[in-house]
Nanobody
Framework: QVQLVESGGGLVQPGGSLRLSCAAS????????MNWYRQTPGKERELVAA???????WYVSSVEGRFTISRDNAKNTVHLQMNSLKAEDTAVYYC???????????????WGQGTQVTVSS
């Protein structure tokens, strides 16, 4: 069984910074990709940052230049450094991972429980 556990959310003033972390544990052969999504009430979950996985990371345009995604493959973790936060970044942030649990298995998708980020003065 695979678990994704997020940490690092909270309340921050506009212009401030937060760093989210997500650790994957359990029966893992290889993590094919780790991403961050966010969701606000009444809206669909939105991909915020993807990768990097053997190449460049991808960011939704509204966060490009302010957010940075990074991975620690040895620890099966992914981080999201969020700088210059704005009120519109307020959301529940979810970690997402595509994981192969053994060499010949399909790649399955897993989600963390979500962590609240609130940007407000």
């Amino acid at each position: 069984q695979v678990q994704l556990v997020e940490s690092g959310g909270g309340l921050v003033q506009p212009g401030g910074s937060l760093r989210l972390s997500c650790a994957a544990s359990g029966s893992i052969f290889r993590i094919e990709g780790m991403n961050w999504y966010r969701q606000t009430p009444g809206k669909e979950r939105e991909l915020v940052a993807a990768g990097p996985s053997g190449g460049s990371a991808w960011y939704v345009s509204s966060v490009e230049g302010r957010f940075t995604i990074s991975r620690d493959n040895a620890k099966n973790t992914v981080h999201l450094q969020m700088n210059s936060l704005k009120a519109e970044d307020t959301a529940v942030y979810y970690c997402n991972a595509r994981i192969r649990i053994y060499a010949l298995s399909d790649v399955n998708e897993y989600w963390g429980q979500g962590t609240q980020v609130t940007v407000s003065s």
